[in-house]
Structure formats: structure tokens, C-alpha cells
């Protein structure tokens, strides 16, 4: 059964600093890497896929990276801004279109 | 485009009401999906489609019952409802390979 677990669970960092998010899958078997983002109170945007042939996948301050075979992902955020702020959540799809999520890491970006 | 529109966005019922959250989208996506998301459990399958006429179990589909006889539309009935099934619902959608798209979700009291 694929698991995914996201470290760390929560984050507080001051508005600048650049950072890193990661999540971990259990079975490498998987069709594609997605991360979400998700604001309170709100459902979940698609922030970045990244197909298992790929190695990473960038879209203006964000980079994600795949590592298929040791089973990790990383979400690099570059230049925080408050604006950042919400619960990042990763999610792998198994091949038949099952989608597994991890549990997600808060950001809270401070002024 | 509306992209995933979930209606209600909030219920209350009384044990063993029954209700059906409607869940549409106009994006001739092939794939929909029902997720329920519950303070530190994270984002939890209930059912999938792959297409009209073809619905799938997933992690936690006791309690719930799915049908899709169009591409659009994929409501999920709770037949009796239980206080177990207090949280907030979100449905999805993509095409094969593509970002899941979700909608802001259901937030549903039972009590």
C-alpha cells in the first residue's frame, strides 16, 4: 500500500528566506508527483506535476524534483513572501489513477 | 470555464438523514474522485470514476455510494448518515496525466 509521509509537518520562517519542503513515498511505481497548495478554508490548487520520467518541474519562484527511485520529493521556495503563507500537500498517482496525499506542511511566512 | 463546482457548501443532518453532495465539472475530464479531509488524516480517497459508467472503491468508501452516468456529473450519496462522517468533502478532477482539479469542498456536520 503506498504511503506518503511530508517533513516537516509545520514551518515559521521570515519573509525572504528561501526553503525546502519534502515528501517521501513508499512504492516507486508511480505514474506522477503533484503538489497543492491549500489556503484555509479553501480546496487545493495545483501548484506543480511532475511526470516520473522527469527530474524536476519549475513555474516562477517554486522548483520541485523527483527522485523516483529513492522514493522523495522536494518543493523549493525561493524568496518567501507572506503571501506564501497555506498548507502545502504532496501527492503521488499509482497507475489506475489512485491518488495518495500526504499529510501536508504548514507555512506560515512572517513580515 | 467553472471548472469543479461542488454544491452544498456547508450541511447539517441529523444521524441517519441521507443527502447526495453534487459534484459537476466542464473540462470533459475523464477522471473524477471524492476525497474527505479530516484534521490529522489528511486527504482520504472515498470513490473513483474513470469515465461514465465505471465508479471504484477507494480507501474509505464504507457509507458512501457513487454513480456517473454522465462525463460532467459525480454525486456522492450518504445513505444513513453517522457522526463519523463529519468533515469537510472535496471532489476532483483531471484528464489523464494532467494537474487534479478541485472544488472548494462541502463542509457537513452530522450530529
Known amino acids: 500500500k503506498q504511503e506518503v509521509t511530508q517533513i516537516p509537518a509545520a514551518l515559521s520562517v521570515p519573509e525572504g528566506e528561501n526553503l525546502v519542503l519534502n515528501c517521501s513515498f513508499t512504492?516507486?511505481?508511480?505514474?506522477?508527483l503533484q503538489w497543492f497548495r491549500q489556503d484555509p478554508g479553501k480546496g487545493l490548487t495545483s501548484l506543480l506535476l511532475i511526470q516520473s520520467s522527469q527530474r524536476e518541474q519549475t513555474s516562477g519562484r517554486l522548483n520541485a524534483s523527483l527522485d523516483k527511485s529513492s522514493g522523495r520529493s522536494t518543493l523549493y521556495i525561493a524568496a518567501s513572501q507572506p503571501g506564501d503563507s497555506a498548507t502545502y500537500l504532496c501527492?503521488?498517482?499509482?497507475?489506475?489513477?489512485?491518488?495518495?496525499f500526504g499529510p501536508g506542511t504548514r507555512l506560515s511566512v512572517l513580515p | 470555464n467553472a471548472g469543479v463546482t461542488q454544491t452544498p457548501k456547508f450541511q447539517v443532518l441529523k444521524t441517519g438523514q441521507s443527502m447526495t453532495l453534487q459534484c459537476a465539472q466542464d473540462?470533459?475530464?475523464?477522471?473524477m474522485s471524492w476525497y474527505r479531509q479530516d484534521p490529522g488524516m489528511g486527504l482520504r480517497l472515498i470513490h473513483y470514476s474513470v469515465g461514465a459508467g465505471i465508479t471504484d472503491q477507494g480507501e474509505v468508501p464504507n457509507g458512501y455510494n457513487v454513480s456517473r452516468s454522465t462525463t460532467e456529473d459525480f454525486p456522492l450519496r450518504l445513505l444513513s448518515a453517522a457522526p463519523s462522517q463529519t468533515s469537510v468533502y472535496f471532489c476532483?478532477?483531471?484528464?489523464?496525466?494532467?494537474?487534479?482539479?478541485f472544488g472548494n469542498g462541502t463542509r457537513l456536520t452530522v450530529t
Open positions: 473540462m470533459n475530464h475523464e477522471y
Open positions: 476532483a478532477s483531471s484528464r489523464g496525466g494532467s494537474p487534479l482539479h
Open positions: 501527492a503521488v498517482e499509482n497507475y489506475g489513477q489512485n491518488f495518495v
Open positions: 512504492d516507486s511505481a508511480i505514474y506522477n
